[in-house]
């Protein structure tokens, strides 16, 4: 069974840094472009950061760009997102999905069509 199991999320300080982590299950997703959404109440999931198979990173909106940085561990199969310069509306829940289409702009609209998702981790940028 496939799964993307998101940590890493918590509190931080507005300026601090934060990483995610993403380890997902079934050796072949490593060949599937694995990116981190957020989203906050009412509002859609938002592309952050995207890296293609074997680690060609794409930037989300232009709200992160800048600041976030995704690798990915294809031999011990996690996806990393690092953000920087962390600001209160970074606050939301951020999640993990893998998709076998490209990195990009087409990937981020796509959404609702992903084929896997994790559950989420909650990131809370406050003093």
């Known amino acids: 069974q496939v799964q993307l199991v998101e940590s890493g999320g918590g509190l931080v300080q507005p300026g601090g840094s934060l990483e995610l982590s993403c380890a997902y299950s079934?050796?072949?997703?490593?060949?599937?472009?694995i990116g981190w959404f957020r989203q906050t109440p009412g509002n859609e999931r938002e592309g952050v950061a995207c890296?293609?198979?074997?680690?060609?990173?794409?930037p989300g909106v232009d709200a992160v760009k800048g600041r976030a940085t995704i690798s990915r561990d294809n031999g011990k199969l996690t996806v990393t997102l690092k953000m920087k310069a962390l600001k209160p509306e970074d606050t939301a829940v951020y999640y993990c999905?893998?998709?076998?289409?490209?990195?990009?702009?087409?990937?981020?609209?796509?959404?609702?069509?992903?084929?896997?998702w994790g559950k989420g981790t909650q990131v809370t940028v406050s003093s």
């Open positions: 999905a893998a998709d076998q289409g490209i990195c990009g702009t087409n990937w981020y609209r796509n959404a609702n069509g992903m084929d896997y």
């Open positions: 079934g050796s072949y997703l490593m060949y599937y472009s």
């Open positions: 890296a293609t198979y074997p680690n060609n990173s794409s």
